[in-house]
């Protein structure tokens, strides 16, 4: 990190799929909502989160190599411009120096064994903010579109807990190979939700999601770790991570061997 008078400048690392939207010219961005580890953005209808190291690492985001002790984001201010392979809000600017990868690859389809373990500890650790059975029906193709769009919006925050079950139920989707087109559809054409949780919907659809649920889902194929990942992920939010979790499951259970 390098300061001049009053203006610090970072290297950050960013997702490979954040980077149209960094590396196109830069332009003027509204702030959505500030916190002390994260700022959110819009730009030209894109949404950009800068983020400090202990922040929840979201697809959309740019996470600088500061703490949030170190640099607390909500008391940064000034004009925010998004593009040129970077964020700039007031004096702080984070540019793009490493990039790293977000989406979830296919992985090995679970055991019905580990998933109903693995939904047992989700019932017994986790905080949901929406009754599970609400999404069952995600993975039936006559039910699927009436369900996502049951879900979409359900619950309170930038990420409202249904969009988080719809985003575990996307990505574990893409990595377990499962036709979900509804529902992909209803994600990529713009949920009517927050800005911030329609465009993870976009990212999910595209098998994009916070690093905590690779590990979730690939313990979910090899039963391996299982306990520490499902904690981990448990751990994001209030409830995100729950509602993440939540999601994943209806589609490992639909494709479990």
Same mark, same amino acid.
């Given at each position: 990190?390098?300061?001049?008078?009053?203006?610090?400048?970072?290297?950050?690392?960013?997702?490979?799929?954040?980077?149209?939207?960094?590396?196109?010219?830069?332009?003027?961005?509204? $702030?959505?909502?500030?916190?002390?580890?994260?700022?959110?953005?819009?730009?030209?209808?894109?949404?950009?989160?800068?983020?400090?190291?202990?922040?929840?690492?979201?697809?959309?985001?740019?996470?600088?190599?500061?703490?949030?002790?170190?640099?607390?984001?909500?008391?940064?201010?000034?004009?925010?411009?998004?593009?040129?392979?970077?964020? $700039?809000?007031?004096?702080?600017?984070?540019?793009?120096?490493?990039?790293?990868?977000?989406?979830?690859?296919?992985?090995?389809?679970?055991?019905?064994?580990?998933?109903?373990?693995?939904?047992?500890?989700?019932?017994?650790?986790?905080?949901?903010?929406?009754?599970?059975?609400?999404?069952?029906?995600?993975?039936?193709?006559?039910?699927?579109?009436?369900?996502?769009?049951?879900?979409?919006?359900?619950?309170?925050?930038?990420?409202?807990?249904?969009?988080?079950?719809?985003?575990?139920?996307?990505?574990?989707?893409?990595?377990?190979?499962?036709?979900?087109?509804?529902?992909?559809?209803?994600?990529?054409?713009?949920?009517?939700?927050?800005?911030?949780?329609?465009?993870?919907?976009?990212?999910?659809?595209?098998?994009?999601?916070?690093?905590?649920?690779?590990?979730?889902?690939?313990?979910?194929?090899?039963?391996?770790?299982? $306990?520490?990942?499902?904690?981990?992920?448990?751990?994001?939010?209030?409830?995100?991570?729950?509602?993440?979790?939540?999601?994943?499951?209806?589609?490992?259970?639909?494709?479990?061997?």
């Amino acid at each position: 990190m390098t300061a001049t008078s009053t203006t610090v400048t970072c290297w950050a690392a960013a997702p490979a799929g954040l980077l149209p939207t960094l590396s196109g010219p830069r332009r003027r961005a509204h $702030v959505l909502a500030r916190f002390r580890t994260a700022i959110y953005l819009e730009a030209s209808g894109d949404i950009v989160a800068l983020l400090t190291q202990d922040a929840v690492r979201l697809p959309c985001g740019l996470v600088m190599p500061t703490h949030s002790d170190e640099r607390p984001l909500d008391a940064v201010r000034g004009a925010a411009m998004v593009g040129d392979g970077a964020v $700039v809000v007031g004096e702080l600017t984070a540019r793009v120096g490493r990039i790293v990868p977000a989406v979830v690859p296919r992985l090995a389809r679970p055991g019905a064994g580990i998933v109903r373990y693995a939904t047992m500890l989700v019932t017994e650790r986790g905080r949901p903010d929406i009754d599970p059975s609400m999404a069952d029906g995600l993975a039936e193709p006559g039910e699927a579109e009436v369900t996502a769009t049951r879900l979409v919006g359900r619950g309170g925050g930038l990420t409202p807990a249904g969009d988080d079950v719809l985003a575990g139920f996307l990505v574990a989707a893409h990595a377990y190979g499962l036709p979900a087109p509804a529902i992909r559809d209803l994600a990529m054409s713009g949920a009517r939700t927050t800005r911030l949780s329609a465009a993870l919907l976009r990212y999910a659809a595209r098998g994009e999601s916070v690093p905590e649920l690779r590990p979730f889902l690939t313990a979910l194929g090899d039963g391996v770790d299982l $306990v520490p990942a499902t904690d981990e992920l448990l751990r994001i939010g209030h409830s995100s991570g729950t509602s993440l979790a939540i999601g994943a499951l209806v589609a490992a259970r639909a494709v479990a061997r």
